[in-house]
């Protein structure tokens, strides 16, 4: 970033695909040539897929920040990590960074510093959870922003296990958001951006389903305060993912474990954090940025990455028919071992949906404004009534201090009529 007294426009270097954010405690560090080749093979490119569409946009977007005021809630996760690393390429009159994680937060901050990067005069974190009272008092005291994200959520289909769970993921993923949004009404902001997910597009999860409603709860607010999202696949290697969990596996001598019928998009950290800078700077309001992929060539299942990643380090799959197999075999491993026990069988959790897409077929898009970034110009939506109605009923559930599974799906039904979420016997949980 150039520092102040400067042309506006950002810097740009050659910014490449395994330059992303290295804060060691929310992901895998991609440090090694080994894990360079890895990543490199998992996504099937060398350099980021969105990298035409930020090179083409960096004047216009330069022009609109160099004079704005950005909040960035959930800053020191995998993903707002990513877009604050995006994001420090240029000029900006303010930056303010929130997360509940204290000790992540002050890694993004030595992370940005270390860097040589110029952070801006008024670039203040702050330690606090969004939906509580201490940060509705920073909101007044500081009154208003130009552009607001939020990449704070529960992001774990197995936090739908219990009652409990997922009504704490009720309540960061939909309610802390409404309450975000009535905040923001009138404020001032140009923009409120709340990343989403490929999963709340017809979902099979209540999770997705969480999603799919914040979208909607955000479009009841739309005339109001512009809102914009994204929905992207699995970040490679980012917090609590399967392939951090090979990573860790592998380092306690533990056996692999992946279901065979699951296939997915993959995308680097630097990949979803341009594709929220993209949504957030030039989305439309109610605009809904996704990626664009071959599902004929760009889909991997977890068994098939698992395979790459022990051929990376010269290691051998060995296939088990049982769960029980494998921790066997795992008693004998160390570090001359050649081969490694894997067990690789089909899902059988509730929730898991076998492929991604990120297109409701009813709704509106356009392929054709970025070369690799499509835009649902007109998401899904039953009506502002609906919304209301699904939220009274989420809160009806808490202020009773008891409540089912059974309940809260049916609450988020009311304005997401497409969930289609089957209760197995076994969650995610109960396997390895």
């Known amino acids: 970033m150039p520092p102040k ?14 330059r992303q954010p290295s804060f060691p405690q929310q992901n895998i560090v991609i440090a090694n040539q080994s894990h360079h080749e890895l990543l490199t093979k998992i996504l099937g490119r060398k350099e980021s897929l969105l990298a035409n569409d930020m090179a083409s946009q960096e004047k216009e977007i330069a022009d609109t920040l160099s004079s704005s005021r950005i909040l960035v809630i959930g800053a020191a996760g995998s993903i707002g ?10 000029r900006l009159r303010c930056l303010h960074l929130v997360d509940l994680s204290e000790n992540c937060l002050v890694e993004v901050v030595r992370d940005l510093r270390s860097s040589g990067i110029a952070l801006p005069d008024n670039f203040q974190t702050f330690a606090i959870d969004f939906s509580q009272t201490e940060f509705k008092a920073m909101l007044r005291q500081e009154q208003s ?10 992001k774990h289909v197995r936090s739908e296990r219990d009652p409990f769970t997922l009504m704490r993921l009720l309540q960061i993923n939909v309610l802390a958001n409404d ?27 209540l999770m997705g389903a969480s999603k799919a409603l914040m979208e909607r709860v955000f479009l009841s607010y739309a005339d109001q305060l512009p809102f914009t999202s994204a929905r992207f696949a699995n970040v490679a290697f980012s917090a609590g993912s399967l392939l951090a969990s090979f990573e860790r596996r592998l380092a306690k001598f533990q056996p692999l474990s992946a279901p065979t019928d699951v296939r997915r998009y993959f995308i680097s950290h630097q990949e979803a954090g341009e594709l929220c800078f993209l949504g957030c700077f030039l989305g439309s309001n109610r605009e809904i ?8 060539n760009d889909m991997l299942s977890f068994a098939e990455i698992a ?16 769960e029980a197999e ?15 026990p894997c067990f690789f069988s089909s899902s059988d ?41 699904s939220l009274t009923a989420i809160r009806a559930a808490y202020d009773k201090g008891v409540w089912s599974k059974t309940e809260l799906a049916n609450a988020i039904r009311i304005a997401v009529p497409e969930l289609d979420h089957v209760e197995s016997d076994k969650n995610l949980d109960q396997k390895m």
């Open 5 to 18: 007294g400067t042309e506006s426009a950002p810097a740009s270097p050659s910014i490449g695909l395994f």
């Open 349 to 389: 959790t509730s929730g898991e949906k076998p492929y991604e897409e990120f297109v409701d077929p009813g709704e509106e898009t356009d392929e054709s404004r970025f070369e690799k970034v499509g835009v649902v110009t007109k998401p899904l939506y039953h009506g502002d009534q609906s919304v209301a109605d």
């Open 81 to 90: 990590s990513a877009f604050v690393k995006v994001l420090s390429r240029f």
């Open 326 to 340: 494998a921790l066997t075999l795992a008693r004998s491993l160390d570090s001359n071992s050649k081969v490694w």
């Open 307 to 322: 395979h790459m990643m022990l051929e990376s380090k010269g290691l051998k799959p060995r296939a088990c028919s049982c």
């Open 145 to 154: 922003y130009d552009f607001v994200l939020n990449f704070s959520a529960l």
């Open 289 to 296: 940025f996704y990626p664009q992929f071959e599902p004929a």
């Open 179 to 205: 309450a975000l949004a009535n905040h923001l009404c009138g404020s001032g902001t140009r923009t409120v951006f709340s990343v989403s997910s490929d999963k709340s597009v017809r979902p099979g999860n």
